[in-house]
């Protein structure tokens, strides 16, 4: 095994998302050195991978902030305190040491830290597959649309009944050729609103229907999807791109073992945000204690409440309240 370079640090954080990122902000303006470790290649979790051009309308101070922007400004606040950002790196073990804890990812490298603040969402996630799409993921194929304008002009099939799918063809219907819905059953599970919204846009959407093959067009590129229509047999619709929001499956994968409290899938906190592990805290979404709302703005206030009760811990000396951030020089 080998050390990460510029470790030990005061803090680690396992989790990018925006609740990882604000942590981030707070750990560096309580003076403490932090890493942030993430499986996923880019900052900002489940808003990056799954909804990036999606307008969020609950985060406080903002009427609307589209995902990405939300992402990018919540780097740059955290960005004057130089978090060392961990990247397509898996969390794997964590072990006391006797300067507080070591955490091993996935290359072998280790990480020591005075104390670990998990912010892992739902943890990872894994989208359920497109059976018609084998050997299609990134050839035409995509679970999640991370820029709308790469569709541009495209003929894009949306595969799914849930309020993912039809978020897709709200979002996609200003720059695409054609945006059709392509759902297994006569019901979905999409917010009867949006669905109302994608039929006043006209968007074509065929029920009782499964994709059943993929046709390639002389130059490897994707074409068209063949469609079984219940009762009316088979159509071949153009598309050049499919977007497959069928769901996804998502666990804690090996947070699961580090001798936590965990119950469906999230880790139980006390009102410090603090886990039954010493100096290990959780905050956001993967974190449960009774009346929990899961949403971005709470994982904002528990984000500040852990890291706070963090520099309590390592310097009991330091006062829990920070003091305004206005005031910061």
Do not use: C
Not at 212 to 221: K, L, Q, W
Not at 224 to 243: Q, T
Request: hydrophobic share 45%.
């Amino acid at each position: 095994m080998t050390d990460v370079a510029g470790d030990p640090y005061d803090l680690v954080i396992i989790g990018a998302g925006p609740t990882g990122l604000f942590a981030a902000y707070y750990a560096g303006f309580r003076g403490l050195s932090m890493a942030v470790v993430d499986s996923l290649p880019e900052p900002g979790g489940q808003v990056t991978a799954m909804y990036p051009e999606k307008m969020i309308y609950d985060v406080g101070g903002f009427a609307e902030v589209r995902g990405r922007d939300l992402v990018e400004g919540l780097v740059k606040q955290a960005a004057p305190f130089k978090p060392k950002y961990l990247l397509g790196r898996k969390a794997e073990k964590l072990a006391p040491v006797a300067e507080g804890l070591e955490l091993t990812l996935d290359g072998g490298e280790t990480l020591r830290a005075r104390a670990v603040l998990i912010t892992a969402g739902i943890g990872e996630f894994t989208p359920r597959p497109l059976p018609a799409g084998d050997g299609w993921l990134g050839r035409g194929m995509v679970h999640f649309v991370p820029s709308l304008q790469a569709h541009a002009g495209q003929h894009v099939v949306v595969v799914g009944g849930g309020d993912s799918a039809f978020d897709w063809i709200l979002a996609l219907h200003p720059v695409a050729a054609s945006v059709t819905l392509v759902h297994r059953r006569a019901k979905f599970r999409a917010a009867e609103s949006i669905v109302r919204q994608a039929r006043e846009l006209g968007t074509r959407i065929i029920t009782d229907a499964e994709v059943t093959r993929f046709v390639e067009a002389p130059d490897g590129t994707l074409e068209a999807v063949d469609v079984s229509i219940k009762g009316a047999g088979e159509e071949r619709l153009p598309a050049n791109a499919v977007v497959a929001a069928l769901g996804f499956t998502a666990d804690l994968g090996p947070i699961e073992s580090w001798g936590l409290e965990i119950s469906h899938r999230a880790i139980t906190v006390d009102s410090t945000m603090a886990t039954a592990r010493e100096r290990v805290y959780a905050a956001g979404d993967v974190a449960a204690y009774p009346g929990k709302v899961k949403l971005i703005a709470t994982g904002f206030g528990e984000a500040a409440t852990a890291v706070n009760n963090i520099a309590v811990a390592l310097d009991p000396e330091a006062h829990l309240f920070p003091g305004h951030s206005s005031n910061a020089e």
